[in-house]
């Protein structure tokens, strides 16, 4: 469990540790807030309720076997952010590997070093497993992220493409014959 101790954004010392653990189901409201929050920054819209995303949440991010894994930070009786991730298993060089999905902390909890805690917890998840590589994604455009992570001294690997395929084209692509 890693704790750690600091200055808010808001200006106010938090009296209390931070505390970086596995989310629950009973974390999912609290999730369903910071998700809300994440897909504001990236002035996307909300779609859903708050209620009806914890409802979401606690019913698929917490099956058996786990499809993602949570980490949550917390202090002073509030979530500060989260870190959810998955483990891969590559069969051409038989490693296994953790993909970041996100990584948010809310904007009053940037300054006070909980996105640092959340990556060195999950560096010490991978250890503890023996993954040996972790990969995560940033947005060119996001200069805060890409300092904070280059500060931790990734490989940055440009030479990689990144494809998604959505709602429609999933479905066509579903439905080709041969």
Not at 4 to 13: Q, S
């Amino acid at each position: 469990m890693a704790v750690e101790e600091g200055a808010l954004a808001d200006g106010g010392r938090d009296p209390a540790t931070v505390d970086i653990r596995f989310a629950i189901p009973s974390d999912a409201d609290a999730l369903a807030l910071l998700s809300q929050e994440l897909l504001a920054f990236y002035s996307l819209p909300v779609h859903y309720q708050r209620s009806y995303m914890a409802h979401v949440i606690a019913d698929k991010a917490f099956r058996d076997p786990p499809t993602v894994e949570i980490l949550i930070a917390t202090g002073a009786d509030r979530a500060l952010g989260f870190l959810a991730f998955n483990e891969t298993f590559a069969l051409a060089n038989c490693q296994s590997a953790v993909f970041i999905q996100d990584l948010f902390v809310t904007r009053k909890a940037r300054t006070a070093g909980v996105g640092r805690r959340l990556m060195t917890r999950l560096a010490e998840i991978c250890v503890e497993r023996g993954v040996t590589q972790l990969d995560w994604t940033a947005d060119p455009w996001n200069d805060k992220a890409r300092s904070f992570y280059e500060a931790m001294g990734p490989l940055l690997k440009s030479e990689k493409m990144y494809y998604r395929l959505l709602g429609p084209h999933l479905a066509r692509l579903a439905d080709a014959q041969g």
